[in-house]
Protein backbone atom coordinates (compact mmCIF):
# COMPACT_ATOMS: atom_id res chain seq x y z
CA UNK A 1 0.00 0.00 0.00
CA UNK A 2 3.09 2.11 0.38
CA UNK A 3 4.07 2.37 -2.92
CA UNK A 4 0.25 3.98 -3.91
CA UNK A 5 1.37 6.89 -2.05
CA UNK A 6 5.00 6.62 -3.21
CA UNK A 7 3.83 6.38 -7.33
CA UNK A 8 0.45 8.14 -6.95
CA UNK A 9 1.28 10.78 -9.81
CA UNK A 10 2.54 8.15 -12.59
CA UNK A 11 -0.43 6.07 -11.31
CA UNK A 12 -2.92 9.01 -11.49
CA UNK A 13 -1.45 9.85 -15.14
CA UNK A 14 -2.30 5.75 -16.10
CA UNK A 15 -5.03 6.37 -14.78
CA UNK A 16 -6.06 9.81 -17.01
CA UNK A 17 -4.52 8.38 -20.54
CA UNK A 18 -6.82 5.30 -19.66
CA UNK A 19 -9.72 7.43 -18.90
CA UNK A 20 -8.67 9.59 -22.27
CA UNK A 21 -8.14 5.89 -24.44
CA UNK A 22 -11.74 4.89 -22.98
CA UNK A 23 -12.68 7.97 -23.78
CA UNK A 24 -11.77 7.83 -27.62
CA UNK A 25 -12.56 4.40 -28.06
CA UNK A 26 -16.19 5.83 -26.94
CA UNK A 27 -16.91 8.47 -29.14
CA UNK A 28 -15.41 6.22 -32.49
CA UNK A 29 -18.09 3.73 -31.76
CA UNK A 30 -20.48 6.47 -31.46
CA UNK A 31 -19.62 7.98 -34.98
CA UNK A 32 -19.89 4.39 -36.23
CA UNK A 33 -22.88 3.72 -35.00
CA UNK A 34 -24.46 7.13 -35.88
CA UNK A 35 -22.94 6.78 -39.61
CA UNK A 36 -24.19 2.98 -39.77
CA UNK A 37 -27.76 3.72 -39.13
CA UNK A 38 -27.53 6.78 -41.34
CA UNK A 39 -26.71 4.24 -43.98
CA UNK A 40 -28.57 1.71 -43.67
CA UNK A 41 -32.28 4.49 -43.33
CA UNK A 42 -30.98 5.08 -47.11
CA UNK A 43 -30.31 2.06 -48.12
CA UNK A 44 -33.94 1.27 -46.58
CA UNK A 45 -35.23 4.19 -48.15
CA UNK A 46 -33.78 3.58 -51.50
CA UNK A 47 -34.88 -0.04 -51.25
CA UNK A 48 -38.40 0.80 -50.64
CA UNK A 49 -38.54 3.68 -53.41
CA UNK A 50 -37.36 0.77 -55.58
CA UNK A 51 -40.01 -1.29 -54.56
CA UNK A 52 -42.67 1.18 -55.32
CA UNK A 53 -41.06 1.64 -58.84
CA UNK A 54 -41.30 -2.23 -59.46
CA UNK A 55 -45.05 -2.51 -57.77
CA UNK A 56 -46.10 0.66 -60.70
CA UNK A 57 -44.74 -1.52 -63.22
CA UNK A 58 -46.10 -4.35 -62.50
CA UNK A 59 -49.38 -2.64 -62.40
CA UNK A 60 -48.83 -1.43 -65.56
CA UNK A 61 -48.00 -4.67 -67.42
CA UNK A 62 -50.71 -6.39 -65.59
CA UNK A 63 -53.25 -3.78 -67.30
CA UNK A 64 -51.70 -3.44 -69.98
CA UNK A 65 -51.93 -7.76 -70.17
CA UNK A 66 -55.38 -7.48 -69.21
CA UNK A 67 -56.51 -5.03 -71.95
CA UNK A 68 -54.91 -7.43 -74.59
CA UNK A 69 -56.45 -10.64 -73.52
CA UNK A 70 -60.01 -8.65 -73.18
CA UNK A 71 -58.81 -7.85 -76.69
CA UNK A 72 -58.14 -10.95 -78.09
CA UNK A 73 -60.91 -13.19 -76.09
CA UNK A 74 -63.34 -10.55 -77.71
CA UNK A 75 -61.70 -11.79 -81.35
CA UNK A 76 -62.37 -15.00 -80.37
CA UNK A 77 -65.48 -14.67 -79.68
CA UNK A 78 -66.38 -12.82 -82.71
CA UNK A 79 -64.89 -15.04 -84.77
CA UNK A 80 -66.94 -17.89 -83.51
CA UNK A 81 -69.64 -16.45 -84.02
CA UNK A 82 -69.39 -15.50 -87.73
CA UNK A 83 -67.75 -19.16 -88.11
CA UNK A 84 -71.19 -20.41 -86.37
CA UNK A 85 -73.18 -18.22 -88.51
CA UNK A 86 -71.03 -19.78 -91.52
CA UNK A 87 -71.76 -23.62 -90.48
CA UNK A 88 -75.23 -22.63 -89.78
CA UNK A 89 -75.91 -21.80 -93.63
CA UNK A 90 -77.07 -24.39 -95.71
CA UNK A 91 -74.14 -26.83 -97.40
CA UNK A 92 -74.20 -27.03 -101.15
CA UNK A 93 -73.40 -30.35 -103.06
CA UNK A 94 -69.77 -29.50 -104.22
CA UNK A 95 -68.97 -26.74 -101.95
CA UNK A 96 -68.65 -26.98 -98.12
CA UNK A 97 -66.97 -23.65 -97.84
CA UNK A 98 -68.36 -20.04 -99.97
CA UNK A 99 -65.93 -17.67 -100.15
CA UNK A 100 -66.99 -15.71 -97.35
CA UNK A 101 -66.12 -19.07 -94.91
CA UNK A 102 -62.91 -19.11 -96.05
CA UNK A 103 -61.86 -15.59 -95.83
CA UNK A 104 -62.56 -15.82 -92.21
CA UNK A 105 -60.73 -19.11 -91.66
CA UNK A 106 -57.53 -17.36 -93.88
CA UNK A 107 -57.88 -14.43 -91.48
CA UNK A 108 -58.02 -16.41 -87.98
CA UNK A 109 -54.75 -18.42 -89.24
CA UNK A 110 -52.71 -14.83 -90.25
CA UNK A 111 -53.82 -13.97 -86.69
CA UNK A 112 -51.88 -16.58 -84.87
CA UNK A 113 -48.92 -16.71 -86.81
Avoid: F
Avoid at 42 to 71: D, G, L, N, P
Avoid at 81 to 98: A, F, H, S, W
Amino acid sequence: MTWILKYWKPLLGGVAVLAVIYGEVQYGRARYNAGYDAATAAITAKMIEQHQQHQKTARAASVEYQQTKSERDEKVRVQREVVQKIIERPVYIDDCTDASGVSVLNAAIAERR
